[in-house]
């Protein structure tokens, strides 16, 4: 099994900046992390996922250029820089965890993620 625990989500007016972070406990050897969201009324959509090893990430079209996913290889630590935040990005951001590029195996408990305009 695998316990992540997220942190750093907030409110934030548009424009602004906020950084997620999320710790990975137990059977974690192998996996990719990421994050997923869901906005209220939405279904849950796919935002970043960086891989296990060296190097290889991920970004959904509607966050590239904006947010960045930090992970160290072979850590089980992520942090997903999110800058220039826009109203839409207002939601509850996960933390994931299995086979890269899509993570989505363990789920954290999830962060609110507020951007006002």
């Known amino acids: 099994q695998v316990q992540l625990v997220e942190s750093g989500g907030g409110l934030v007016q548009a424009g602004g900046s906020l950084r997620l972070s999320c710790a990975a406990s137990?059977?974690?050897?192998?996996?990719?992390m990421g994050w997923f969201r869901q906005a209220p009324g939405k279904e849950r959509e796919f935002v970043a996922a960086a891989s296990w090893g060296v190097g290889s990430t991920e970004l959904s079209d509607s966050v590239k250029g904006r947010f960045t996913i930090f992970r160290e290889a072979y850590k089980t630590t992520v942090d997903l820089q999110m800058n220039s935040l826009k109203p839409e990005d207002t939601a509850v951001y996960y933390c994931t965890m299995g086979p890269y590029p899509r993570p989505s195996a363990y789920w954290g408990q999830g962060t609110q993620v507020t951007v006002s305009a």
């Open positions: 137990g059977r974690t050897f192998g996996y990719a």
